[in-house]
C-alpha cells in the first residue's frame, strides 16, 4: 500500500479506529481530565492527523525507506590556462588575474542544460581540506 508515493511499513501505528475522521489524540489524551474527548482530526486519504487539542501533527502511519541512495562522485580538478577573454571579463570588474590563481578559477567546455548545447564556462572550483568537493559553471 502507498501514500503519496511513499510505501507504508506500519499501517495505522496508533491503533486508531479506521476509517473515522475524528479520533482520540494518542499525545495529548492520556494526560487530559476528558481522556475520551476526541480532540484528533484524522485524514486516512494524506495518512496524518491534525490534533485541535495540543496542536501536533502525527503520521498515522510509518513508511519504508527508499533505496534510491544516490552515490556522490567527487569531480576532478582540470588545471587550465586562463584565456584573455577571460581575465578581460574579470578585469572590467575588477579582479585581477592574480585574484583568480589564487582562488583556483578555471574555464573549460561543459554540457549547459539550460541551453541544452556545450559552452564555455567560469569554473568556480570548491575545496574542502584541499580536496575539490564542487565545482559551480557559469557562462559568460
Not at 573549460?108 to 559552452?119: A, C, H, I, V, Y
Request: with cysteine; net charge positive; glycine share 6%.
Amino acid at each position: 500500500m502507498e501514500i503519496n508515493g511513499f510505501e507504508i511499513d506500519q499501517f495505522n501505528q496508533y491503533n486508531l479506529e479506521e476509517g473515522k475522521k475524528v479520533s482520540i489524540c494518542p499525545l495529548c489524551s492520556k494526560d487530559r481530565k476528558k481522556k475520551t474527548d476526541k480532540c484528533l482530526s484524522v485524514f486516512w486519504d494524506r495518512g496524518i492527523g491534525n490534533c485541535n487539542h495540543c496542536g501536533e501533527l502525527i503520521q498515522l502511519h510509518t513508511f519504508k525507506k527508499k533505496d534510491n541512495i544516490k552515490n556522490y562522485v567527487r569531480p576532478e580538478f582540470k588545471k587550465s590556462k586562463l584565456s584573455k577573454k577571460l581575465v578581460d571579463y574579470f578585469k572590467g570588474r575588477g579582479i585581477s588575474e592574480r585574484v583568480l590563481i589564487a582562488a583556483s578559477i578555471t574555464e573549460g567546455l561543459e554540457w549547459m542544460p539550460q541551453t541544452s548545447k556545450e559552452e564555455n564556462t567560469i569554473q568556480f572550483n570548491y575545496f574542502r581540506d584541499n580536496e575539490l568537493i564542487n565545482i559551480k559553471y557559469r557562462t559568460y
